[in-house]
Nanobody, 125 residues
Framework: QVQMVESGGGSVQAGGSLRLSCSASGDTSSANCMSWFRQGPGREREGVASIDTNSGATRYAGSVKGRFTISQDNAKNTLYLQMNSLKPEDTAMYYC??????????????????WGQGTQVTVSS
C-alpha cells in the first residue's frame, strides 16, 4: 500500500506560478512511476506529467509542456509539480498517482494503483 498526500494548491492570477507537492508513504519501493493528473470543471481527468522514479525520464501533456516541470526528491519520497505561466484553463483539482509500470513515464491513468485526495488550483484571468 502507498499513501499519497498532495499540498500546495491555491488561487493565483494568470501568468503566476505554483508548486505542488505530493508526499508518499508506505511501500513506495514497489512503485516506479509517479504522475500528476487533473480534472477541471465538467471535464474528464487527464494526465499532466509523469516521471519514472528510477531513470528520471519524464513525459508531459502537450498543453503544459514548457510551462510545467515534474521532479522528485527520492530521499523525501516527495513528488513535485512546478507550474509556471498559469492559465485559467489550468484550473482543476490536481491529483498525484503512483504505480508500477514498464510503460513509465505514462499519462494513462489505468497504469496507476494509488491516488491522493487532490489539491485545488484556481487560476483567475
Amino acid at each position: 500500500q502507498v499513501q499519497m498526500v498532495e499540498s500546495g494548491g491555491g488561487s493565483v492570477q494568470a501568468g503566476g506560478s505554483l508548486r505542488l507537492s505530493c508526499s508518499a508513504s508506505g511501500d513506495t519501493s514497489s512503485a516506479n512511476c509517479m504522475s500528476w493528473f487533473r480534472q477541471g470543471p465538467g471535464r474528464e481527468r487527464e494526465g499532466v506529467a509523469s516521471i519514472d522514479t528510477n531513470s528520471g525520464a519524464t513525459r508531459y501533456a502537450g498543453s503544459v509542456k514548457g510551462r510545467f516541470t515534474i521532479s522528485q526528491d527520492n530521499a523525501k519520497n516527495t513528488l513535485y509539480l512546478q507550474m509556471n505561466s498559469l492559465k485559467p484553463e489550468d484550473t482543476a483539482m490536481y491529483y498525484c498517482a503512483s504505480g508500477q509500470s514498464r510503460f513509465c513515464p505514462t499519462l494513462s491513468e489505468y497504469r496507476y494503483n494509488y491516488w491522493g485526495q487532490g489539491t485545488q488550483v484556481t487560476v483567475s484571468s
